[in-house]
Every structure is written in C-alpha cells, then in structure tokens.
C-alpha cells in the first residue's frame, strides 16, 4: 500500500476486510470547530473518530504530546485499529492533521498506514458517499513495536544548537517564526529556535488540498533552502503541522523526525534561546 491513497483508491477498497478508516481532524480553540460532533454528522463509510486531543500524553503541560505506550495501544485497540489491519487516516482540518496521526502511528512501529489524498473534502467534493451512524468496532490488539521511532525530544534539540548536525524546519506562518505575530497559547514567547528555517506547511498543497508530488513536491524543500540530503527535524507549534513537513519528506524517500514539543515547549522554557525575524 502507498503512503498515499487516492479517493477512487478507497471507494474501491472499502469493503476490504482488513481496511480500516480514522478521520483525525483536530482543530486549534480559536476555529471554533467540534472535530467530533462534525464526524458524527458526516464521515466515509465505516471510518472511526481517532481523537489526537485525547490519544496524548494529557498529563504533560506540554500540548499534544505523544501518549505512553500502553495509552496508544488500548486506545487503538478500542477503535479498531490494530496489527493485520491496513490504516487509512483522513481529515478535513486547515492543520492537515492526519499527518500528526501518521507520525504517532509511526513512533509506535506501525507502518502499514497510508494517508487519503486530499481528505475529507476531496472524497465530498467527488460525490462519495457520507455516514453519519455511530461505529462501534470490534476491539483489535495492536503491539507497539518501538517507542518514540521518528522523534525528537528537548535534549536533542538543545544539542543541535552546538553541533548544527541538523536543519530545523518550521512549519508555522512567517509571522509566528518571526514573532510578529502572538502565540496561540499563553505564556510562550513568540519566535523560533536559532538557526531554524520557516517552510509553511500549506506550501505541501495544490489549491484543491491533494499532495504535490515529485518534483513539484522536491521544490517546495530546495525553494526554502532545505537540503534533503543532509539531516532534518520538523518543527511547529505542537508537533501537528511539523508531521506535514515529516510526511512530505517520506513521499521523497527521506525520513524526517518530529520535534514533538516543538514550540510550546521551547519557547515556554526560561532556559532556551529564541530568534525573532525572518
């Protein structure tokens, strides 16, 4: 199975018996969206509602941070999704939060997942059809093979600083990586950590919400002076837009780690430096 499906890929998988669908849309306070009240009304048949919000590690202060391990299997466990099973995330988030999804899947060795191109939005666009009748799944084992795969924590981040073994990407709005722009979340200090390079995570996109691919995909990296040759860590506000660029760089054939406190957590500790600028 590809990293990436097509609508048409999926409406002929449906009935599969080993295909299973999440919508993982999240969306920030300030949009005002109910992520589960909207896949109730309306998600692809037999989809399930995998909440990032609450599959986290909810007693950090750190937000969206990943889960311990045994959360991450009972919750999986409880929607379904687990070993012998094909995963196919979605969503209908501006955030494109199906890739934090991929990236949380990943940490925990699970690979046989693949992201629907163009979400939610696409397969409405095209006519598909729609449910909005509560799935209640079978309850599936999953084992959690590795821990923390594809992911950065403060330390690393902190000793990148001297050795600059790798790029920093930020995939937040120019006006947050400058600091122009305050944070959505109290008590952060607005800028981004030194030496990092802004790479907008909407710049992933075609105007219809598919993937670029390819070449047009490479030039999205080079265009932002990014090499993909050498080391990269993915950052953002909470580890959720920095899995875009991580799963851009995947359809390239690169893997690329997740600073998973990204800058909420950097730019909160009184003990990091922070640039402002472009």
């Not at 099973?85 to 199906?98: F, K, V, W």
């Not at 093979?145 to 790798?166: C, E, P, S």
């Not at 979340?185 to 907008?200: E, F, K, Q, T, W």
Request: glycine share 8%; hydrophobic share 40%; proline share 8%.
């Amino acid at each position: 199975m590809d990293a990436l499906v097509t609508t048409q890929w999926l409406a002929d998988e449906l009935d599969a018996r080993d295909l299973r669908i999440a919508d993982c849309s999240w969306f920030l306070p300030n949009e005002q969206r109910d992520a589960a009240a909207e896949h109730a009304l309306a998600h692809i048949p037999g989809a399930v509602f995998l909440d990032l919000a609450e599959i986290a590690d909810t007693a950090s202060d750190v937000p969206m941070m990943l889960p311990p391990p045994e959360k991450f299997a009972s919750r999986m466990a409880r929607l379904g999704l687990g070993d012998g099973t094909r995963i196919i995330l979605y969503d209908d988030s501006p955030l494109r939060t199906a890739a934090r999804a991929w990236a949380m899947l990943r940490s925990f060795g699970v690979t046989d997942v693949a992201l629907l191109d163009g979400g939610l939005a696409k397969w409405r666009a095209e006519g598909r059809p729609l449910a909005s009748e509560p799935r209640t799944p079978k309850p599936r084992h999953i084992t959690a093979r590795t821990q923390g795969a594809g992911i950065r924590d403060l330390a690393y981040m902190k000793a990148n600083l001297t050795t600059a073994t790798d790029q920093i990407v930020d995939a937040r709005s120019p006006s947050r990586f400058a600091g122009t722009e305050p944070e959505p979340r109290p008590d952060i200090v607005p800028g981004h950590i030194p030496g990092a390079s802004n790479l907008p995570y909407a710049r992933f996109f075609h105007p219809d919400g598919t993937w670029k691919r390819d070449a047009d995909l490479s030039a999205v990296f080079t265009d932002a002076g990014i090499d993909l040759d050498r080391p990269i860590v993915a950052t953002c506000g909470s580890g959720v837009t920095a899995s875009v660029i991580a799963f851009a760089a995947h359809l390239l054939g690169r893997e690329v780690p997740v600073y998973d406190g990204s800058w909420s957590e950097w730019g909160a500790d009184p003990t990091t430096p922070k640039e402002t600028g472009a």
